[in-house]
């Protein structure tokens, strides 16, 4: 085979340089070179902090004893500088001097978990032409890759990994084409989006054995390689990029050698090819979080070995979450039977899996089933091959007895059983737990009987019990707990013992406590609750003030009291927690004027829910500042005075996020209530806002400003004492409910209400209305209740026909009426056309 010519150039350099980088391996005393000592004691110099690190750098001290300093034992040439951080609490920090550029010998190099404030690589690192191994990861370096490093043709480890997302970025990867001892290559976060041909200088590297490539904006997965170079690929993470296509054939040109793959998050489509067989050394792969379909393959790392003694594959480690897989799993289950980690959760596979099935499964660790259509039928007295340190058989179906096998499961640390269909006791050996257990969620069964005293699971962080039929008072918990929700059962009795778990380290982030039978007072402990971020106690028998210390809560997002007995002011201690977003004190006793400081300090808020208390007094104007409220329901109280013009303008003009907590079950909610019904809505707030301020004493006109809240998709203003005509421009808006009802409203109904097409409820009944009710579009749907109790309307569908007199406008509502509102619209430009054309 011939050399070509700049190859040739290439190897007779390396010859050169490479007796120079040369390691010797004779014995005797050394001591480092003066030259060497000094240029490492300007390297030091370009550091501020971290400085421990360099506490046996002196120099009158031999510098191949120096910590991080490693030299030649013949020679005394410096060849090794470690300064990674072990510690994330003493990094160094500082600049990285070119006196690195005195230590001629220098073939390791780790300046890993360091921050060099995000300079740029510097460009002088491609001259140390001995380095083997360079580890610049997670250092926060930033801005273009150096070419130079691809003249470092001695290297056989490079990680550039870590330096923040998109921080360090290669318009191509060319310069690595001299690497060609290169074994170890991580780029991860590296956004390497414009080099289209990556795979292309890649696999010129066929020393290659570990390439690490996660989360680098890749966009192009090449199907087609014509030669694959890299023979040896042990270990191929290309997780987390946006390819966007199928799974492609070079993949398995390099089969046999590939342990660990990694092309979770990928966007990868289409079925998982059969030929996933060749992968005869696949210990761990990893496909979840992608868009596959069809079947699991029955081939997994199967082939070749078929003509062997032994068939087992070596599959270890299979992740297939969060996908679009169907077909039947126990076929699949044969070939899988070796696994240590199994994981096919959120995809759509069907199967009745029976105790036969999983009968040789004897080294299984973690086995997640969750959220597909599985059945796990097995007897009441058997006895799994395994024992499971994480069990997540989420909506799988096993009930409706209590699942027996648990029995013998004593070392697990996850189990999530939650919506299986399990309508039973729970048996007293199940609460025999581990101590490991750090994860357990049952809700959403039918489970009865005791719930123990958790306060010796010191690893517990996370318990739901919630949806169930648990009938016990509240159990005691330790301080690990991170999570807790018991919500929608029978708990009952005082919750005072909570501060048990309230104390200065605990990690509470989550409680939910709604919907049980908890009396008492609410208690005012909770001074050390910095974590917490949602508080649900709603929906209890609980009584007292709302205690004092809850304005600790600094972090608080989302605190539901609604629907208990609290009594007294509103505790003004609240506004110190400016986090929240959402507050419902809906449903009590609460009494005094609705708080000023709720709209002055409160910023964050997006639902206000002060329904059916007896707060008095006016709407204070403050609450105009919530720019981010979308439901604001303050009816059923005794509110005064008129309906600030300004809340209009300021409701709902941006929007935040309402999914803060990072546990899945929890969404914030809330009821609309309209003449007819009362919709109980989850997970569509930033779509949707509401008013509510019916039934109250409030007077006045209905500001025309109402309709500066194009959003709004509910509007009671019902059973209060509102005068004046309804607004005429009130047909800009796109509301799906509008009731004023019970009302003194006059004037005849704008003939601009028929533009609201999405209304489907209307009630303007009990009011002083007159004239022609409007017609076409939604209006052909209402019924003559919408209206009845005005006197003075006529038309369809009320049986009241229309006389010449009442299609005439009563002069006093239109002339006033006409003159302002077309100033108005004259200001704000476009819409004056649309609403001219009705008068
Ligand atoms: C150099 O010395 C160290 C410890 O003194 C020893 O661990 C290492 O093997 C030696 N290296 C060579 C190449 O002799
Ligand atoms: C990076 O370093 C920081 C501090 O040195 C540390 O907190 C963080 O965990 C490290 N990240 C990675 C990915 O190693
Ligand atoms: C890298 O090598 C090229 C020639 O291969 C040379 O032109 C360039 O100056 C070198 N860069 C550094 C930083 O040594
Ligand atoms: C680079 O350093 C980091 C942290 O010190 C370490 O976790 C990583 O394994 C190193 N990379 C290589 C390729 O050795
Ligand atoms: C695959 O990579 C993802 C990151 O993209 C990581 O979360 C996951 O743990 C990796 N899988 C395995 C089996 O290591
Ligand atoms: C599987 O490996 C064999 C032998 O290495 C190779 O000929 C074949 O093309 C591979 N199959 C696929 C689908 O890549
Ligand atoms: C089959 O091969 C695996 C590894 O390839 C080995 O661990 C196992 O012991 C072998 N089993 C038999 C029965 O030879
Ligand atoms: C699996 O889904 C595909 C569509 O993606 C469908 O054509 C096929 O019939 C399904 N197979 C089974 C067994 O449900
Ligand atoms: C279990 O293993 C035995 C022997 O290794 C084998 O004959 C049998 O088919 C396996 N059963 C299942 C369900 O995988
Ligand atoms: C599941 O398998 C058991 C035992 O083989 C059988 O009796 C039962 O009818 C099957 N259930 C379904 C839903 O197929
Ligand atoms: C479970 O299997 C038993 C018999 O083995 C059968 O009677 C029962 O219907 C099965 N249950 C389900 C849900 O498939
Ligand atoms: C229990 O689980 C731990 C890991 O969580 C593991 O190290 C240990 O070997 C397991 N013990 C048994 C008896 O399976």
């Not at 110099?45 to 001290?61: T, V």
């Not at 599959?315 to 096919?344: C, T």
């Not at 499961?409 to 101590?435: K, R």
């Not at 003559?784 to 369809?796: A, R």
């Amino acid at each position: 085979m011939m050399i070509h010519g700049s190859k040739f150039i290439q190897l007779l350099v390396y010859l050169i340089i490479g007796l120079q980088c040369m390691e010797f391996s004779l014995s005797g005393a050394i001591r480092c070179m003066d030259s060497e000592r000094d240029a490492l004691l300007t390297f030091k110099g370009g550091f501020r902090s971290g400085l421990d690190r360099f506490s046996s750098w002196k120099a009158e001290e031999d510098c191949c004893k120096w910590r991080g300093v490693g030299c030649d034992n013949v020679t005394g040439h410096v060849t090794k500088l470690d300064l990674h951080s072990p510690d994330p609490f003493d990094i160094l920090q500082g600049e990285i001097s070119q006196s690195l550029l005195h230590l001629p010998y220098l073939r390791s190099l780790d300046l890993s978990q360091n921050n060099f404030y995000s300079i740029p690589i510097p460009e002088f690192i491609g001259s140390l032409q001995c380095i083997k191994y360079l580890n610049l990861s997670n250092a926060t370096f930033r801005g273009p890759i150096p070419s130079s490093l691809g003249n470092l043709s001695h290297l056989e480890s490079l990680d550039l990994s870590g330096n923040g997302y998109s921080s360090l970025r290669a318009e191509n990867l060319n310069w690595v084409y001299g690497l060609s001892f290169l074994k170890v290559l991580d780029l991860s976060g590296v956004d390497l989006s414009n080099a289209e041909v990556w795979l292309e200088s890649i696999n010129m590297l066929s020393s290659l054995v570990e390439l690490r490539l996660f989360y680098c904006m890749l966009h192009k997965l090449p199907q087609y390689v014509h030669h694959v170079n890299f023979a040896s690929l042990k270990i191929l993470d290309l997780s987390d990029n946006n390819f966007n296509s199928k799974i492609s054939d070079w993949l398995f040109k390099i089969g046999h050698s590939v342990v660990y793959l990694n092309l979770s998050r990928c966007q990868l489509q289409g079925l998982i090819p059969d030929a996933f067989g060749n992968m005869t050394s696949l210990t761990s792969l990893d496909l979840s979080r992608n868009d596959l379909k069809g079947p699991i393959p029955l081939t997994f790392g199967m082939f070749e070995k078929e003509s062997q003694l032994n068939k087992s594959s070596s599959l270890r480690e299979l992740y297939l979450y969060d996908n679009q897989l169907n077909g039947s799993l126990e076929q699949s289950l044969v070939q899988l039977s070796q696994l240590v980690a199994l994981n096919v959760a959120g995809n759509d596979l069907e199967g009745n899996i029976t105790e036969a099935h999983l009968k040789n499964f004897s080294s299984l660790r973690v086995l997640d089933l969750s959220e597909n259509r599985l059945v796990l039928n097995v007897s009441s007295n058997w006895i799994p091959p395994f024992q499971l340190e994480t069990i997540g058989l989420r909506s799988c179906l096993l009930g409706p007895k209590f699942p027996q096998w648990l029995r013998s499961q004593n070392n697990y640390s996850f189990i999530d059983i939650s919506h299986a269909s399990i309508v039973d006791v729970v048996p007293d050996w199940f609460w025999n737990l581990s101590s490991r257990v750090k994860h357990m969620d049952l809700s959403f069964n039918e489970l009865k009987g005791n719930v123990p005293d958790f306060s010796s699971q010191l690893q517990l962080s996370l318990l739901d019990l919630s949806h169930n039929y648990f009938r016990s008072r509240l159990p005691h918990f330790s301080v690990s707990l991170r999570t807790l929700a018991l919500a929608e059962n029978s708990f009952f009795g005082s919750i005072s013992h909570l501060c048990g778990i309230l104390s200065a380290d605990n990690s509470l982030g989550y409680l939910d406590l709604s919907s049980n039978n908890l009396s008492g007072e609410i208690p005012d402990c909770w001074k050390y609750e910095q974590n917490l971020v949602i508080l649900n106690l709603a929906n209890n028998n609980l009584s007292g003030q709302i205690p004092n210390s809850i304005g600790q809560l600094i972090n608080l997002k989302t605190l539901r009291l609604d629907d208990n007995s609290l009594s007294g002011e509103v505790t003004l201690s609240l506004k110190n927690c400016i986090a929240l977003r959402a507050l419902g004190l809906a449903r009590n006793k609460l009494s005094g004027n609705v708080p000023a400081w709720i709209g002055e300090n409160l910023q964050n808020l997006m639902i206000l829910e002060l329904r059916s208390n007896t707060f008095s007094g006016h709407i204070p104007f403050q609450m105009c500042q919530l720019k981010y409220l979308r439901i604001l329901d303050l009816s059923l109280n005794k509110l005064s005075g008129t309906i600030p013009r300004c809340v209009f303008f300021g409701m709902a003009k941006e929007t935040l996020s309402l999914i803060y907590y990072p546990y899945t079950t929890y969404s914030e909610g809330f009821i609309l209530s309209t003449k007819s019904r009362e919709l109980k809505y989850q997970g569509i707030l930033p779509f949707v806002t509401l008013l509510d301020l019916s039934s109250n004493n409030l007077s006045g006109e209905i500001p025309e400003e109402v309709m500066s809240l194009v959003g709004l998709w509910s509007l009671n203003l019902s059973r209060n004492h509102l005068v004046g005509p309804i607004p005429p421009n009130i047909g800009e808006m796109n509301l799906q409910s509008l009731d004023l009802s019970s009302n003194h409203l006059s004037c005849t109904m704008p003939a601009s209400m028929t533009y609201m097409t999405f209304l489907e409820v209307l009630d303007v009944s009990h009011n002083n209305l007159s004239g022609k009710i409007p017609s076409g579009n939604q209006f052909i749907t209402f019924e003559s209740s919408s209206y009845m109790e005005n006197p003075q309307l006529c038309g369809s569908p009320l049986s009241k026909i229309c006389s010449i007199d009442e299609l005439i406008e009563d002069p006093h509502c239109s002339n006033e009426n006409e003159d302002g509102e077309i100033k108005a619209f004259k200001k704000k430009g476009t819409m004056a056309s649309k609403y001219l054309h009705f008068i």
